[in-house]
Every structure is written in structure tokens, then in C-alpha cells.
């Protein structure tokens, strides 16, 4: 059977528990939404392919419990990660300034080439808010990167949050491959120069062998 996809990413969704990451992973992959909590046991995930520029790819996206007693589990799968996506709750201003700690394990555990977006997510619910716009949008410029504001009660932003870091990852994915391409290159090319100078070396040895 034909393949289906043309590159497989891991994105992985973090954020304090009750942000809302399993209903934005639900409204992304299923189109559905569902008010009720249920808080994520340990680790969950769903997939959804996307074409970028004519390419396929299948996003593996990692949903990960918030609560403090499952994050020696969800650590585990930071080193695997090629994209994360911060999440925090605009309702919630601890949801916010747990953030730093978020990004703090990501620094200690995720690769550094990993790509990052901030969501503030429940962008419906205004007239609760108790994180501004303007405070999102500074603190993911500290930390470069991209920011929206969703809501996946109405679907705002959703679908541009989950592609943009997919486009993220993917133009990563194609600088590796350049770098791993130049670097191959490099190494033929000083191949086949050491490989000519040694021949160069040869002909003249015969040469003067030939002259005595």
C-alpha cells in the first residue's frame, strides 16, 4: 500500500492542567469540541496529516497531562519532540506564570533545535480574562516565539496555531537536511581532492623513477 505521508513530526502539547490542550487537540484532529474535563492520564495523542507546500506530513501530536505527579512520565517523550506548543489558560493567570517552568524543562530535557509556540487559549471567554494579549505576546517575544490566542470552544486560531509550528518544524527539518547535504558534499569534495593530489604524487615519483 502506498505511504500516505511524506514525513512524519512529534508535536507535544504542555501546559498546566485545565488549559484546555485536550479540547484544542480534539477541535485540530476531529473537529469536535466537548466542554466536559477529563483530565489526561499520563500521556494521550491523536495524528492529522497536512500538505505544506506540496509535501505531506503526518503530525504526531503529544497530549500531556498538567498535574504534577505525571511529569516524570511526560519528560520522557521531550527528547523525542521536534515541535512544542505551550499552552496557558487566558482565565488563568497561574496557568501563565507557570509557564517559565514549562519552558525551563523543555530547555533542560528537549533537544535545542526543538521549534515552540505560545497558545493562549479560552480567547471566548473576555469578559473572564486575567492575562492581557499584550502580556502573551511579550513573553513569547522573550522567548522567540510565535503567539495566538485560540479558542477551541469556537475554533479560533486553532487550525493556524497547529500549522505554523508545523511549517516551523518543517523548515528545520529542511535546514537539517541542507546542513547533512553540505556536509556530504564536503566530504566528497575533500575526498576526491585528497584522492587527485595523491595521484598527482604518484605520476610524479614515476616520473622521476623513469628519468634515473
Known amino acids: 500500500m502506498a505511504k500516505q505521508y511524506d514525513v512524519l513530526f512529534r508535536l507535544l502539547m504542555l ?6 490542550k485536550t479540547c484544542m487537540l480534539r477541535r485540530f484532529t476531529e473537529s469536535e469540541f466537548d466542554p466536559s474535563h477529563i483530565s489526561t492520564i499520563g500521556v494521550d495523542f491523536k495524528m492529522k496529516t497536512l500538505e505544506l507546500d506540496g509535501i505531506r506530513v503526518r503530525v504526531q501530536i503529544w497530549d ?8 516524570t512520565i511526560t519528560k520522557q517523550y521531550y527528547r523525542r519532540a521536534q515541535g512544542i506548543i505551550f499552552v496557558y489558560d487566558i482565565t ?28 493562549g487559549n479560552k480567547s471566548d471567554e473576555e469578559l473572564s480574562r486575567q492575562v492581557t494579549k499584550d ?29 505554523c509550528l508545523t ?46
Not at 64 to 71: H, S
Not at 175 to 194: I, P, S
Open 15 to 20: 501546559g498546566d492542567s485545565g488549559v484546555g
Open 64 to 71: 500531556t497531562a498538567g498535574q504534577e505527579r505525571y511529569q
Open 92 to 119: 488563568s493567570e497561574s496557568s501563565f506564570q507557570h509557564l517559565m517552568k514549562w519552558a525551563g524543562d523543555v530547555d533542560e530535557c528537549a533537544p535545542d533545535q526543538v521549534q515552540r509556540v505560545l497558545i
Open 135 to 163: 502580556q502573551g505576546s511579550k513573553l513569547a517575544e522573550t522567548y522567540g516565539m510565535e503567539f495566538f490566542e485560540t479558542s477551541a470552544s469556537t475554533s479560533s486560531n486553532i487550525s493556524e496555531a497547529f500549522t
Open 167 to 212: 511549517e516551523l518544524v518543517l523548515q528545520a527539518h529542511h535546514r537539517d537536511v541542507d546542513n547533512l547535504l553540505g556536509a556530504l558534499d564536503d566530504y566528497l569534495d575533500n575526498n576526491a581532492l585528497e584522492e587527485e593530489n595523491e595521484s598527482e604524487g604518484t605520476d610524479v615519483n614515476t616520473h622521476r623513477t623513469c628519468a634515473c
